[in-house]
């Protein structure tokens, strides 16, 4: 996991930017393919201070959902819970 500063919007609302990271191993056509993936993600509020407070190496589940980035250029995941596993 990236993790940009926290920061705050001007309406005062913690906001945090981070890029997640994902590798794993799973078969397709009986065949062991690695999978690996960053994903650009955001958290506001409680969710965006707790997730500052993490260590970059830190194994995460993550909820939430996709939508367009704000420029239109690719996607974002928008975490509305997490848990450490």
Same mark, same amino acid.
């Given at each position: 996991?990236?993790?940009?500063?926290?920061?705050?919007?001007?309406? !005062?609302?913690?906001?945090?930017?981070?890029? *997640?990271?994902?590798?794993?191993? *799973?078969?397709?056509?009986?065949?062991?393919? *690695?999978?690996?993936?960053?994903?650009? %993600?955001? %958290?506001? !509020?409680?969710?965006?201070e707790?997730?500052?407070?993490? !260590?970059?190496? %830190?194994?995460?589940?993550?909820?939430?959902?996709?939508t367009? %980035?704000?420029? !239109?250029?690719? *996607?974002?995941?928008?975490?509305?819970?997490?848990?450490?596993?």
């Amino acid at each position: 996991m990236q993790a940009q500063p926290l920061r705050y919007t001007p309406a !005062g609302i913690p906001v945090v930017n981070i890029v *997640l990271e994902h590798e794993s191993t *799973l078969t397709e056509m009986d065949t062991p393919r *690695l999978v690996k993936l960053q994903l650009k %993600a955001v %958290a506001f !509020g409680a969710q965006a201070e707790t997730l500052a407070r993490q !260590g970059l190496d %830190a194994v995460c589940e993550f909820h939430g959902f996709m939508t367009n %980035a704000r420029n !239109g250029k690719g *996607l974002v995941f928008h975490i509305q819970d997490f848990s450490k596993t």
